[in-house]
C-alpha cells in the first residue's frame, strides 16, 4: 500500500504508474490523479485561458475570478463544461469521460508528433 499525494488516499501499488526516478519505484500521485493532471495538462495546452476565463465571467456573474483560476487548475468538470460550450448543470459523466478521453488522445497525438519531428 502507497499513499497517494495528491488525494491522501492509501492506495495498491497497482493504482500508481511506474516511474524510474521514483525511490519505490512509482509515481507519488496514483493513477487517477495522474490521469487527472494530464487532462490538466492538455485542458491547459489546448484552451485559450483568457476567452475560457472571459465565458466563465459571464456564465459566473459576480463570482470572482480566483474560482475560475481554482477550476482552471484542477483540470476541473467545469472547465470541462466550458470547453464543450455547455454549463455544468448539462455535463453528464458520460461527457466528462468523453471530453477526458479526447484530450487524452489529443496529448498522445502531440506527442507522437513531437516524436516523429524528432526522428523517433
Ligand atoms: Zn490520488
Redesign the pocket.
Known amino acids: 500500500m502507497k499513499r ?6 492509501e ?1 495498491e501499488l497497482s493504482e500508481f504508474y511506474n516511474s524510474k526516478s521514483g525511490r519505490d519505484g512509482k509515481y507519488a ?2 493513477k ?3 490521469n487527472a493532471r494530464n487532462v490538466q495538462y492538455a485542458v491547459n495546452s489546448s484552451f485559450d485561458k483568457k476567452a475560457a476565463e472571459k465565458k466563465w465571467k459571464m456564465e459566473h456573474p459576480g463570482r470572482q475570478k480566483r474560482y475560475f483560476t481554482k477550476c482552471y487548475t484542477q483540470g476541473a468538470p467545469c472547465f470541462i463544461a466550458n470547453a464543450l460550450g455547455i454549463t455544468m448543470t448539462q455535463l453528464t459523466p458520460e461527457l466528462l469521460e468523453l471530453k477526458r478521453a479526447q484530450l487524452e488522445m489529443l496529448r498522445l497525438t502531440r506527442q507522437l508528433k513531437k516524436e516523429i519531428q524528432n526522428g523517433n
Open positions: 497517494c499525494k495528491d488525494c491522501g488516499k492506495k500521485f496514483c487517477s490523479c495522474h
